[in-house]
């Protein structure tokens, strides 16, 4: 199979949030992807505080995945303060949110590949630091961000009493 990475329009808000509950939906372990809200989604996009991308099959056009950068702003929001960026650094991260590939097409790379273009375009736009939260057992997500030049910088608590590894990168 081959597949087309592409930015998405701000108004596919609810698509996302549909594709992203369905991959939840066939997790096993549940924990291990703490999906945001499809109206947090759908707001994030139509402000442009997030940028989505989509994996689409080429022959078919099916949507094989999801990814959804959020920028955060410098508040205490922001992933940043665990990885010991100061407020102005702070404002020139980003939350590599989210990525939901659908089971079938697992293993092909799709992970990488919208992350990889989210962070080519991304520091197009000013961005230096990007982070992501990984539970601490996910081994799979784990070693995508570390082929990718991610370091676990904390781990704790988020998102109300999930474990997470707090991941992040240094552009320049």
Not at 50 to 70: D, M, P, S
Not at 121 to 133: A, P, S, V
């Amino acid at each position: 199979m081959e597949f087309i990475i592409s930015k998405a329009g701000r108004e596919h808000g609810q698509e996302f949030a549909r594709l992203i509950q369905q991959v939840w939906e066939a997790m096993e372990q549940k924990e291990w992807f703490v999906a945001d809200s499809p109206s947090f989604i759908e707001e994030s996009m139509i402000s442009g505080r997030a940028r989505g991308y989509w994996a689409k099959e080429i022959q078919t056009g099916r949507t094989a995945g999801v990814f959804l950068a959020v920028i955060p702003g410098p508040g205490s929001e922001n992933l940043g303060k665990e990885g010991g960026l100061s407020r102005e650094e702070r404002k020139l991260a980003v939350h590599m949110d989210t990525v939901a590939v659908l089971p079938w097409f697992r293993g092909l790379g799709l992970q990488r590949r919208l992350m990889e273009q989210a962070e080519k375009d991304l520091k197009k736009e000013g961005f230096r630091y990007f982070l992501c939260t990984v539970h601490p057992d996910n081994r799979f997500s784990r070693e995508n961000m570390e082929k990718l030049g991610y370091r676990q910088v904390w781990v704790g608590e988020k998102y109300g009493g999930y474990m997470r590894a707090v991941m992040m990168k240094r552009s320049e």
